[in-house]
C-alpha cells in the first residue's frame, strides 16, 4: 500500500519549513495542494519539480478522489494546505479519514501551525487550551460563542478575518473587558504583531487603526474562579 504524507508547511516565513517536510516533498510521486498556485511557489523556493494535484476546500470530496486513485496505483503522495497543519481549520481531514479506511498509511510531517505559534509567544499561562477555530460570521452566534468559552476555565483560540476582529474583541471585551487576551497579526511574516493585555485595551488599539490587514489568530485566557 502507498503512503500518505500530511505536509504542514510555512505560515509566511518560507525558512520555517522542516528539514523532513523538504526531505519528503522531493521523495513522493505527487503532491496534492489546497490550491497549486500557493504550493508551487513553496516548491519553486526549494527547487522541488513534481506532479500536482489540486483539491480544493469546496470540491474537497472530488480532490479526495484524485489522491486516493493515485495512492491505488501505489504512488506515495504529499498533502499541503495552504498554510500550516493540514486538518487544523483547514482542508486535510477527509483525505486523511478515507486514506486510512482504504488501507494505506498516513503519517503526519509536522511543523508550523499559527495555533502553536501564537500560544509559544504570547506570555499568557494556562492549564489548558480549546482550539475554537473560526467563529461564525453571524453576530448572535459569534458572540453566545465567545460567551461559552469564556464562562471555561481553559483558555482558547481562535482564527479571525482582519474585517471582523474588531467585532469579535468587543464580544469578548463586552462580556469581560479586562480579560488578558493576545491577538497575533501576520505571523512570521515582514509585519508581525503581537498585541497583548485586557480585551478592551487590545479592542481599542485595533478600533483606533483605519483598516486591519493581515491573518490574525486571537489567544483568551481563561476563566478564573474565585
Do not use: W
Not at 481553559?154 to 493576545?182: G, N, Q, W
Amino acid at each position: 500500500m502507498a503512503t500518505l504524507y500530511m505536509i504542514a508547511t510555512p505560515i509566511g516565513n518560507l525558512e520555517d519549513i522542516t528539514l523532513r517536510a523538504v526531505r519528503i516533498l522531493g521523495e513522493v510521486d505527487a503532491i496534492a495542494c489546497e490550491d497549486t498556485r500557493h504550493t508551487l511557489k513553496l516548491l519553486n523556493h526549494l527547487g522541488i519539480k513534481k506532479q500536482l494535484v489540486a483539491c480544493y476546500a469546496y470540491e474537497e470530496e472530488k480532490g479526495t478522489a484524485r489522491i486516493l486513485g493515485l495512492l491505488e496505483q501505489g504512488r506515495n503522495m504529499a498533502y499541503c494546505s495552504d498554510a500550516g497543519t493540514p486538518g487544523l481549520s483547514d482542508p486535510g481531514v477527509l483525505v486523511a479519514m478515507r486514506a486510512r479506511e482504504a488501507g494505506h498509511e498516513v503519517v503526519p510531517i509536522p511543523g508550523p501551525s499559527a495555533f502553536a505559534a501564537l500560544i509559544s509567544a504570547s506570555g499568557i499561562f494556562y492549564k489548558a487550551v480549546t482550539f475554537a477555530g473560526f467563529p461564525s460570521p453571524k453576530p448572535g452566534r459569534r458572540r453566545s460563542r465567545a460567551a461559552e468559552l469564556m464562562a471555561r476555565e481553559e483558555a482558547f483560540v481562535m482564527y479571525e478575518s482582519p474585517h471582523r476582529i474588531v467585532k469579535l474583541l468587543t464580544d469578548i471585551a463586552d462580556i469581560d473587558s479586562e480579560r488578558r487576551i493576545c491577538v497575533g497579526r501576520e505571523m512570521t511574516k515582514l509585519h508581525e504583531e503581537f498585541l497583548c493585555g485586557p480585551a478592551s485595551e487590545v479592542r481599542d488599539t485595533l478600533a483606533a487603526r483605519p483598516e486591519v490587514k493581515g491573518e490574525i489568530a486571537l489567544l483568551v485566557s481563561g476563566f478564573k474562579k474565585g
